[in-house]
């Protein structure tokens, strides 16, 4: 979907000097743009070979609900530290600048085999790679990750080992 990237701007130094942030928000301004990127994702494998899709703090949660309310499947958030009630599955990660944890409440996670990773952006990889050893370390499945954005130059794909679908490439 190339005409995408001129709903995206570029933020130089942000949130740290030397990182060019990639703000997505202008897609979902354009409600036509959004629906049709919605449909595209929706429509993945990955995510008809999922029975739950999972969404990462906190962009994520905007298409991945979008995408789970378009496909019929149910989601569940990975969210940061402190933001989650009731037991949960907990692990750390570094990301590009700096690093943090994500967290899974366990017992619903407990309900699905298999998870579509579903996050805005793919950049060194650190967030989707926490979130599938999360799984697989509990005997879940992934049948992949689905993102809008994808920046080749900081290699985030190398780190996964399942099937990675990017409606833009930067």
């Known amino acids: 979907m190339k005409k995408l ?10 949130p740290n000097k030397g ?6 928000l202008g897609i979902v301004q354009e409600p036509n743009i959004f629906r049709e990127l919605i449909i595209e994702m929706s429509s993945s494998a990955i995510i008809e ?4 899709i999972i969404s990462i703090d906190a962009r994520g949660f905007i298409f991945g609900s979008a995408i789970s309310f378009y496909a019929s499947k149910p989601m569940i958030v990975a ?3 402190g933001k989650l009630p009731g037991e949960l599955l907990t692990k750390n ?7 943090n944890a994500l967290s899974i409440q366990k017992k619903v ?3 699905y085999n298999s998870f579509a990773i579903v996050d805005d952006l793919l950049a060194t990889g650190g967030t989707a790679e926490c979130v599938s050893n999360l799984l697989k370390e509990n005997n879940k499945d992934v049948s992949g990750l689905l993102v809008v954005v994808e920046l080749m130059e900081l290699k985030g794909r190398s780190k ?4 990675i679908e990017s409606s833009i490439v930067f």
């Not at 990182?19 to 997505?24: A, M, P, Q, S, Y």
């Not at 996964?160 to 099937?163: A, R, Y």
Request: charged content about 30%; glycine content about 2%; proline content about 5%.
């Open 109 to 111: 996670l407990q309900k």
């Open 19 to 24: 990182i060019n942030f990639k703000d997505l």
């Open 5 to 14: 990237e001129k709903f995206i701007e570029t933020y130089s130094d942000y």
């Open 160 to 163: 996964l080992n399942f099937p």
């Open 49 to 52: 070979n999922a029975e739950a």
């Open 79 to 81: 969210r940061k530290p």
């Open 93 to 99: 990660y570094i990301l590009e600048y700096g690093e």
